[in-house]
């Protein structure tokens, strides 16, 4: 505790030497009468402080958390897409009919981001979240009770085309929320939501699918009006205000449509190279579980590899994002980026369960060390009037990287060789990482002019 000195006020008379000199005795009563009441405050129980988020989430508006929780409650829901090819086959559907609904499933990735971001542009955030969660409920319905391949393929499409209108805008309610100074963290937290309900998704996948695959379509349905009931009752309105861009290149607030994106050199470039690190990011989904089964290892060391990397993001995504919000965005993003390519290159090697823990623990760090800086970099270049446009290029980037991973990954990992795949996966990232680095300075420029 530190102690300050009072000094006679000006114009105060001034104490007599003697009265500043007197006995210390003279002083012990008064000092012992104000300690007192000191010692009695130090003996009241004190109050355990509140529960607060961590210190980099900390102060975010009420709309970042409406997101975080009905993000959370929406992916503990996330229980078809791992056990759809088990439905399939309960349903009767041939082994040659069932890479048409998968295929399905990957095209509605292509439109939903497009109508997503402009819808949130074009009308209302809140309405095309609400849209798109009603609508993939009622596809989720529409999946389980169709009758043949064919309808089960367009339910299909249905289902990861309104599923995937509602992150565009999700995201451009982040922006609108949160300055470009706090995104990187704003969608860092998101991230942590997706990875909170997708680990506890991996647990109740397996049961319930064990006792009734009516029970994961219910719950997903559930968990997406569940996140739409959050959205209605408590994400404030819409801002409405959309300043004119200030940067001399950008488009004028007369687009609308996808061209505003597109003609944006910079934004186009790094899209270009994300879709590249997406692409070996969602390897991971892909020809991670080839690889094992070419060791002839168990489905359970998939299930390993999914629980660590859901472990770890959960576990160390709130501390690292504290501590990383200090250092510029860059070399952050860098360093994060090269784990990335380096854990899953390194899957060419590994041939045993912790081989394989290894590799995703090395590709789950540089997953938390990215955090949420992909799409705040996207943010941060949009203007306002386009940030679900922005954000919806993006989506279509992630949706599209993923398909090809689906089925350019896979078919190059069979018919040409892992190695071709792995190391193909090390020379790709190393030179997506090259351009960011060199995009670095226009980035930093064009975000500050957009602040």
Do not use: C
């Amino acid at each position: 505790m530190t102690t300050t000195s009072i000094r006679p006020e000006a114009g105060a008379p001034a104490m007599p030497q003697a009265a500043s000199q007197a006995p210390s005795q003279a002083q012990a009563p008064s000092q012992a009468s104000q300690q007192a009441p000191l010692r009695a405050l130090d003996a009241r129980p004190r109050r355990r402080p509140a529960l607060r988020p961590p210190a980099a989430f900390a102060g975010f508006p009420q709309a970042v958390w409406v997101i975080f929780a009905g993000t959370v409650v929406n992916r503990v829901g996330f229980l078809v897409g791992p056990f759809l090819v088990f439905f399939l086959g309960s349903r009767g559907i041939a082994a040659s009919q069932t890479p048409y609904v998968l295929g399905a499933l990957g095209a509605g990735n292509l439109v939903g981001p497009a109508v997503g971001g402009w819808l949130a542009d074009r009308s209302s955030r809140k309405l095309t979240m609400l849209a798109g969660l009603l609508g993939t409920a009622a596809a989720q319905g529409a999946l389980f009770a169709s009758p043949n391949a064919a309808t089960m393929a367009v339910a299909a499409i249905a289902l990861s085309a309104t599923a995937t209108m509602v992150p565009p805008a999700a995201s451009a309610t982040l922006a609108d929320n949160v300055g470009p100074a706090r995104r990187r963290e704003a969608f860092a937290l998101i991230g942590w939501a997706v990875n909170i309900g997708t680990a506890v998704a991996g647990v109740l996948g397996g049961y319930l699918a064990a006792h009734g695959y009516w029970m994961l379509f219910a719950i997903d349905a559930g968990t997406s009006v569940g996140y739409a009931v959050i959205v209605a009752m408590l994400l404030p309105a819409d801002r409405t205000e959309q300043p004119a861009p200030q940067n001399p290149e950008a488009p004028t607030t007369t687009d609308s449509g996808y061209g505003v994106v597109f003609r944006d050199r910079l934004t186009r470039r790094l899209l270009l190279l994300f879709a590249v690190q997406l692409f070996i990011y969602s390897l991971t989904e892909s020809a991670l579980p080839l690889a094992i089964r070419t060791d002839g290892l168990s489905p359970a060391v998939m299930g390993l590899a999914a629980a660590v990397n859901a472990g770890l993001v959960v576990l160390l995504q709130p501390l690292a994002t504290t501590v990383l919000a200090r250092y510029a965005r860059t070399p952050v993003y860098v360093a994060g980026s090269i784990l990335v390519v380096v854990g899953v290159a390194l899957t060419g090697i590994a041939h045993s369960p912790a081989a394989y823990a290894a590799t995703v623990a090395v590709w789950s760090v540089g997953e938390v060390v990215v955090g949420g800086a992909p799409a705040g970099l996207i943010a941060n270049l949009a203007p306002a009037h386009a940030r679900g446009r922005y954000q919806g290029a993006f989506s279509w980037t992630w949706g599209a990287a993923r398909f090809l991973a689906l089925a350019a990954g896979t078919t190059a990992y069979t018919l040409v060789g892992p190695a071709f795949l792995w190391w193909g996966t090390l020379a790709a990232g190393a030179a997506a990482t090259v351009g960011f680095v060199v995009l670095g300075p226009a980035i930093d420029r064009r975000a500050a002019e957009e602040a």
